[in-house]
């Protein structure tokens, strides 16, 4: 028992065995690292040039006076506390809070509904090829089209007509315009995220649908309890990119609410056109540094609102 009791303390009490050095890489590896700079090099300085220079340069113009040309004059938070008193930058805000907020709930509302609808329809991916259609389509000619449609003596107010609505509505006018162009983005970005939330119920297995039909679920139980938890990483991801993008609207506003080169009416302004109006104003006086500055407001704002977004839609991924 001795004899035991000492082998086993010999045991525990052993050093670990010694690992031996580490080997040189192989001729393969060291290749590879003679190759890696010769290949990363170029993506790097080209990033490095197209992004972090002219990012940095925006953020020193947001502190400057600068009409594109001459001398850049040191303006400290100038152009931050006139953009603090500048009521059109509080109605471009809200206006891009408007279609972050109202846009997103009604866009991701007929999207999941569309979901439901078409993950049981016959001829599925077909619809879903119509309803993604106008993200496939330049969204200039879109702009253009949804213009049409909203003309005085365009297709909605022919069918408003013929219904027998005397009086139509004058959709374009300064007071409704931002709201015909927050029911085209809806329309615009409703098929691209009905695209990616049926991605993800595609990949759901049958047979949970059909344990939860025998368990007599309904369809909202269906939804609730099966769908949304399988699906909610896609969920999280549209959330994401709908923050990013939402702030960023710019093209279909311009287009559709611009005329003949010249910007929209104020009161259809997001912080993207109050940007580019404040940089290309019609008098030819260009303002870069107050267009850095709300440039700048906006990357601040997508920051907050990607990290919020991923905080609110994190959960812990379910495998099946």
Known sequence: MEGQRLMATATVEAPAAVRPAAQPGSPLTRARRRLYLPFVLPALAVYLLVFIVPSLFTVVLSFAKWAGAGPIEWVGLANYRRLWYDEVFHSSLVNTLLILVGVGFLTFLFSFGLTMVLREMAGRKFARAVIFFPNAVSALAISILWGFLFQADGLVNALLRLAGVDTVPRWLADDNLFYVICLGLVWVNT??????????????????????????????????????????????????????????????????????????????????LYAYAEAFQPTGEARYGASAAATMVTLVLIVVLTLLTRRVTRRESLEY
């Open 191 to 272: 098929g691209f995220y009905t695209t990616i939330l049926m991605a993800a119920v595609d990949r759901i297995p049958a047979y949970l649908y059909e344990a939860a039909d025998l368990e007599g679920a309904s369809s909202w139980q269906k939804f609730r309890n099966v769908t949304l938890p399988l699906m909610w990483d896609a969920v999280a991801v549209s959330a994401t990119l709908w923050a990013i993008s939402a702030i960023k609207i710019f093209e279909f506003i311009y287009v559709f609410a611009g005329a003949a080169g010249s910007v929209p009416t104020t009161k259809a302004w997001t912080l993207s």
